[in-house]
């Protein structure tokens, strides 16, 4: 079965790195994607190849071509977004944060299990493949009682904006 997929805020994180990924993915399909600006949108869509644009949210849940939505939207959105992504009958994949509150958490949990859809927090570290080798080391004991762990990651950043506070110091 293959997901048709709805991005709703086709912004930085979508292009560095989600929008390639679902159409890498042998089982996913970019269907739409989702700006404010309609212009803003259709370009996006060119890049990635989705067939369709839409400048408003309403208008891409509105839209039954798409089983499952990618919501990267800024934080405070994310809760409305989830629900009414729920009410329409999509699967959700939100980005991280997944809320501004435990309340607007649960308030999405409750709305997905009640329309009977998948929700997910785009945690994509779970699924390293080196992250996925420490925890079952850890489950099936190979390397017996763990009492102090330490690690250390390194990944590309690419260029950050002046003054970024995640790298200040460090360069
Ligand atoms: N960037 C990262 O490296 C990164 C990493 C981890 C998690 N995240 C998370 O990903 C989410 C997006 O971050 P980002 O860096 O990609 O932000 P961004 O570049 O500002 O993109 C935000 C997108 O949301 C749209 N948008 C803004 N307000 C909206 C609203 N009220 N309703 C509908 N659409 C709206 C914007 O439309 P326009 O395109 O028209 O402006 C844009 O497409 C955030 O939750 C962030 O915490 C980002």
């Known amino acids: 079965m293959t997901v048709r997929w709805g991005i709703i805020g086709a912004g930085d994180i ?5 929008a390639r990924a679902i159409c890498e993915a042998r089982n996913a399909e970019l269907t739409a994607v989702m700006r404010r600006t309609i212009g803003g949108a259709r370009a996006f869509a060119r890049q990635f190849g989705a067939a369709k644009a839409y400048d408003s949210v309403e208008t891409l ?5 798409i089983d499952a939505v990618y919501i990267a939207t800024p934080v405070y959105a994310h809760a409305e977004q989830t629900i009414s992504a729920a009410q329409t009958g999509k699967h959700v994949l939100v980005e991280k944060p997944m809320a501004m509150s435990t309340a607007e ?9 009640q ?9 994509h570290q779970r699924f390293n493949a080196r992250h996925q080798k420490a925890r079952e080391l850890v489950e099936q004991g190979t390397i017996g ?9 390194c990944f590309l950043y690419p260029s950050p ?11």
């Open 161 to 171: 904006c002046p003054g970024g506070r995640r790298v200040r110091g460090y360069r």
């Open 145 to 153: 009682q763990v009492t102090m762990a330490q690690a250390r990651q």
């Open 105 to 113: 958490c649960r308030a999405m949990i409750e709305a997905c299990q």
């Open 61 to 65: 849940l509105a839209d039954p071509e």
């Open 14 to 18: 979508a292009r560095k790195q989600t």
């Open 115 to 123: 329309q009977g859809v998948q929700l997910m927090v785009c945690y």
